[in-house]
């Protein structure tokens, strides 16, 4: 089969699966436009903002999109082949991971934009609501300690994507540049929107162009980026701090000074990639050039196709961040109950084609010349981008293209730190009841400190050794949240068909993945004894988020027997 014919294929089952499963499951829902949203009820201009359902699209689709969908399709390819990579991507998205950010977003909406933890309180008690704060919070911790780290790197230059290429700049300045002036672009935006409220497509003519700016703009400024030599601190630990200062700061801001209009301009970054990737695939002639299956026992740490290859992917099928993404800030910014679709379902269809973008950067590259340039996800993913950008540009401009692809990456990740930091400063201020500003302060506080220990401590690049606790973890965390929302269907009567499937099926998955990661701290401690490192550290934080998500199950069940309500 051919590239182009099997594109064709997944996007017309994409395109059936929105229009078809997505609107029969809205339906499950009653979505009323005529029922207040919590946008309009509790509309205060920073945290609830009712918001026109294409720039929320872009916001939401930003704040979702990040490395998981591009490093984790990539990674499973090379253990398993791409075959195995795709059904799971397309069937998976449509019945599990587009059901599951619709569910947790009507659901939030419904709650008066409460999060996952708070509708898991209501509707199956406080010890429940307690042990999925507790672990929703180490799951926030690793998407931050992970995202910083590679942020981090890449600010110093280790981009993998242009490992080997001759450049007239910085590399990591031009990308640290980049980043900071698109910060600064949309607080612009941010401003100008809220100040004279322009037409969207004025805004749109404008500073969407200008986000291509800032990239030039970055590789000019490149120099004045690269930090000095700070007594006992790495560069890298430094930018670490420095980033981890930022999402201090921008989950404390307004929602329309920074996140709303740094989302949508990062959105169309996500779908300039886009662009680029479905150009290539259809005009570049690529041939495929990776197995269509492999083995179901892969070396290394992926490990067996059952479970290994859906917690691998990751965030391309199925992602409990986006269920707090969701509940988070998504849900304050619903302007009518119809839009939940499009932007619940449909964003998760669309980073569903962000792991399809990224799976044929791989099918397009040998594995012998994987294997001989020891080439990293990253370096795949940015070559494939900059080769099927070629096809437009010319193979001239190679390394413009490459560069873009770099630059994508990196927004990819960027976008999400802050989200991830907004999203726990709520679940913190939930938990500890601190509504006022001083409590806003200190939950922040809390949720950088723990990071920035971790990360003062570890070794660089320390994120790969996460990366399969971060994908299981993830998707848990998603099955627990199709557990709650389950809950309170069938506490109110309505259907639960398709919610209990998808939560059974994950649910199963990712716990036999965690006892996998448990047994194998073990093992080492049986064969070489207690060693303090990362994989012992990996066992521990296995070990807990299974007796979390246990806790919870069986909370969840006792639920259920006390009987649905009748009012």
Known sequence: MTLPLLAV???????????????????????????????VRHNDGRDFIPTRPFYLLSQHFAAIAAAGPIAGPILACQSFGWLPCILWITI?????????DLS??????RHDARSVAEIVRENIGRRAWISIMLFIWIALIYVIVAFVDITANTFLGRIEELNGVAIDFNRGGAVAGASIFYLFLSIVMGLVQHRFAPPLWLVTLIFVPA??????????????????????????????????????????????????????????????????????????????????????????????????????????????????????????????????????????????????IA?????????????????????????????????????????????FGAMAFSTFVFDTLDVATRLGRYIIQELFGWARNAGALAATGLMVAIPALILMTAEPGAYLKFWILFGTSNQLLAALTLLSVTVWLHRNRKPVWFTLPPMVFVMTITLWSLFKQVTGPIESIRTHGLRPDITLMNGVISMALTLLAVSLLVEAVLAVRRGRRTD
């Not at 294929?9 to 949203?37: C, H, I, M, P, S």
């Not at 998976?92 to 599951?100: E, K, L, Q």
């Not at 947790?104 to 909406?109: G, K, R």
């Not at 404390?252 to 970054?269: I, T």
Request: charged fraction near 10%; include cysteine; glycine fraction near 14%.
């Open 9 to 39: 294929v997944v996007l017309t089952v994409l395109v059936v699966g929105y229009r078809l499963y997505g609107r029969l499951v809205a339906r499950q829902f009653g979505l009323n436009d005529r029922r207040e949203t919590p946008a």
């Open 92 to 100: 998976g998205v449509i019945f599990i991971g587009g059901v599951h």
């Open 104 to 109: 947790a977003l009507v659901a939030s909406v």
């Open 211 to 356: 986000t291509l700016g800032v990239v030039w703009i970055g590789t000019r400024f490149d120099s004045l980026m690269v930090l000095p030599a700070i007594p006992y601190l790495s560069p890298g630990k430094a930018w670490g701090l420095i980033i981890l200062g930022y999402c201090f700061v921008a989950s404390l801001l307004p929602m329309w000074l920074l996140l709303q209009p740094r989302g949508y301009l990062g959105g169309f970054v996500l779908y300039l990639a886009l662009a680029a990737g479905v150009i290539g695939i259809f005009f570049g002639g690529f041939p495929i050039q990776q197995e269509s299956f492999k083995t179901w026992n892969a070396p290394g740490e992926t490990g067996s196709l059952f479970p290994f290859l859906f917690v691998t992917i990751a965030c391309g099928a199925c992602s409990g961040f986006h269920g707090l993404v969701c509940s988070g800030t998504t849900s304050r910014q619903i302007a009518s109950e119809s839009h939940c679709q499009p932007v619940g379902y449909g964003a998760m269809l669309l980073e569903a084609f962000v792991a399809l």
């Open 359 to 403: 799976l044929s950067t791989v099918m397009i590259v040998s594995q012998a010349t994987i294997t001989a340039g020891r080439l990293a996800p990253g370096t795949i993913y940015g070559n494939g981008i900059g080769d099927y950008l070629c096809v437009v540009i010319g193979k001239q401009h190679r390394l413009i293209a490459i560069t």
